[in-house]
């Protein structure tokens, strides 16, 4: 029973390149959620899905940050023109009735 | 007061002693709460879920005071394996969906 999967596990972009993370819930969730943790900070909430639905997105930055989770596939989360300020660990999760199953995140390195 | 506030530590306690975090949270309509434990350059993990006036798992102790807006956490016993961060987690709104993390207490146990 594979838990959430995250990929890559390590991203590295230069400044202005596209960043795509991907994230697959845990069988039988179709709920997915998006936290970003900064270096020395608690994880802040991005964004909350469901197929094909943005549930909440009041986290987001509101330009270059986009996410979606089709019917098929797994969710994205799609960085543009990234910055070195984007630079950070980003975790789904997904739930069931309550609490979190976290992945095991994607850092992502702007250089 | 914040939205969620944790005194960062780090706490360095010996093996075998007893440590205890406190958090204080803002949103008087959370009905449950969690602990989550983070371990260096990992994903959080759900440790306890926090409901009415506390919880109990073996070592681990939650109380909850709702009058006074502050959980804490009660490690009996305290191993190596212990040292990690831990997370004090509050409900963004009335359900719990979404999360707000604390920035995390630091926990160092040595022999």
């Known amino acids: 029973n594979a838990g959430v999967m995250q990929n890559p596990r390590h991203l590295v972009r230069r400044r202005g390149q596209e960043a795509r993370l991907r994230c697959s819930p845990m069988k039988g969730h179709s709920h997915v959620y998006w936290y970003r943790q900064l270096p020395e900070e608690g994880l802040k909430f991005m964004v909350y899905l469901q197929k094909e639905n943005i549930i909440d997105e009041s986290g987001m930055p509101k330009e270059r940050f986009s996410a979606e989770f089709p019917k098929e596939g797994p969710s994205i989360l799609r960085i543009q023109q990234v910055v070195r300020g984007d630079s950070a660990a980003y975790f789904c999760?997904?739930?069931?009735?309550?609490?979190?199953?976290f992945g095991s995140g994607t850092r992502l390195t702007v250089v | 007061r914040k939205e969620v506030e944790q005194d960062p530590g780090p706490f360095n306690v010996p093996e075998g002693a007893t440590v205890a975090f406190n958090c204080t949270y803002s949103n008087s309509a959370s009905q449950s709460f969690f602990w989550y434990r983070q371990d260096c350059r990992k994903e959080p993990k759900l440790l306890m879920s926090?409901?009415?006036s506390g919880n109990e798992d073996g070592r681990f102790t939650a109380q909850l005071n709702r009058a006074s807006q502050y959980i804490s956490l009660l490690i009996r016993d305290s191993k190596l394996s212990d040292s990690a961060t831990y997370l004090c987690?509050?409900?963004?709104?009335?359900?719990?969906?979404?999360?707000?993390f604390g920035k995390g207490t630091m926990l160092l146990v040595s022999p």
């Open positions: 999760a997904s739930s069931p009735e309550e609490g979190y199953t």
């Open positions: 987690v509050v409900p963004r709104g009335s359900g719990y969906s979404t999360l707000t």
């Open positions: 926090v409901y009415s």
